[in-house]
Every structure is written in C-alpha cells, then in structure tokens.
C-alpha cells in the first residue's frame, strides 16, 4: 500500500527526490516518514510529517519532507548528498496514537524501500 519510488547514484553534494505513494487507505491523518537502513546498521528515522515536520538531526537543513494529500504522496527531497546518506530508504506511515513517531516500531504500513547511492 506504500510504494517508494526515486532513488539511485548520485554524486556527493547531489540531489534526490524521493516519492512514497499510498494508496488503499487514506493517510492524510497519518504520521508519514522517511527512514533508512545501511548495511549493517539499524533502521533510522529519517523525517517525518503530519501537521508539521519532524527531522533527525543528520536530516535538518538539507533534507525536506513534504506532501499531497491529493495525490495521497509523500516527498523527500534530500540535496547535498553525502557518502554517509547512502541507504535503502523506506517509507513507512502510523496513525497518530501514542508512541514515538521516531522508532520503527509501531508503524503499521511500510514502503519496499528505494536504494539511493552516494559515490564520493
């Protein structure tokens, strides 16, 4: 019900754009965020949206989150790229009962993820 979509091999200090579809339910209620998964390392949230944003710290001032509640999309737009930020994204949502929006626990629905590449 969750498609992400929009990665690849971007050079350091590149852009990406990444997309997350829904459909089925309506998500406009929901909690949809971006986290992300390097080999070897634990899933980490990303960014999040709902009534406002919500970013991780490696996130805020170059990664912004974003979407159309008419298209049932969300966006992530993700500029000045670094070797570090190379993961396989996921897109994920959570109805906005309690629990932290920053752990992957408790989201009900999960994108396949998308693979973004940064070569230095």
């Known amino acids: 019900q969750l498609q992400a979509s929009g990665g690849g091999l971007v050079q350091t200090g590149g852009s990406l754009r990444l997309s997350c579809a829904a459909s089925?339910?309506?998500?406009?209620?929901?909690?949809m965020s971006w986290f992300r998964q390097a080999p070897g390392k634990e899933r980490e949230f990303v960014a999040a949206i709902r009534k406002g944003e919500y970013y991780s710290d490696s996130a805020k001032g170059r990664f912004t989150i974003s979407r159309d509640n008419v298209k049932n999309t969300v966006y992530l737009q993700m500029n000045s790229l670094k070797p570090e930020d190379a993961a396989v994204y996921y897109c994920?949502?959570?109805?906005?009962?309690?629990?932290?929006?920053?752990?992957?626990?408790?989201?009900?629905?999960w994108g396949q993820g998308t693979l973004v590449t940064v070569s230095s």
């Open positions: 089925g339910p309506t998500f406009s209620d929901y909690y």
């Open positions: 994920a949502a959570r109805s906005p009962i309690s629990g932290s929006i920053y752990e992957a626990v408790g989201y009900e629905y």
